[in-house]
């Protein structure tokens, strides 16, 4: 009998101690302490199709001729996704474009945010950090999207953006025509 108690009693001491491993292990990797928790919580509640860690987001992203402040369109000024991808892909872009000047409309943005923007996807690249929306005009904007191809993006075609901006991706694999 005493050994049978024994057993119970070791049992329930070993399940208290893995919960507490575990619990202390969620709470750790959910916690960013910052500004980034209300961004996070943006992503669950809204049900986007990814959700981001802590690790994720940086507060200084920026390429040669983009600056973090640019970069960041977002709600929050000190966090934004800014994914490595995006950053060669815009570089490479200008250049194929003759190293002439970009204004960026949009590049990050939080789910929040993103909501707002009219005609915006609700799973929109810009909430993956890999995405930009390039200023045009009906002259420039042929040129420019096919400079963001040969930087090997995914390009929107003109009848879902029209010819005011140039959405650009580099999300990997392309929708068709894009
Ligand atoms: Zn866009």
Not at 50 to 60: L, N, V
Not at 64 to 92: K, M, Q
Not at 131 to 149: N, P, T, V, Y
């Amino acid at each position: 009998m005493s050994c049978l108690r024994l057993g119970t009693w070791q049992t329930a001491n070993i399940a208290a101690v893995v919960f507490a491993v575990l619990a202390g292990s969620l709470f750790a990797s959910a916690a960013c302490n910052d500004d980034r928790d209300k961004m996070i919580k943006e992503y669950v509640d809204q049900t986007i199709d990814f959700t981001p860690a802590c690790g994720d987001f940086t507060s200084d992203g920026h390429s040669t001729h983009f600056t973090f402040a640019e970069l960041n369109t977002g709600d929050f000024s000190a966090w934004a996704i800014l994914r490595g991808s995006l950053l060669s892909g815009i570089e490479t872009t200008r250049t194929k474009n003759g190293n002439a000047s970009l204004t960026v409309n949009s590049a990050y943005r939080n789910p929040k945010h993103n909501s707002g923007v009219e005609g915006a996807a609700k799973n929109s690249r810009h909430l993956h950090g890999d995405a930009i929306d390039f200023q045009s005009d009906e002259d420039s904007w042929g040129g420019l999207r096919q400079a963001g191809k040969d930087a090997s993006a995914c390009a929107e075609p003109q009848a879902l953006s029209g010819t005011g901006h140039v959405h650009l991706d580099w999300r990997g694999t392309c929708p068709a025509n894009w």
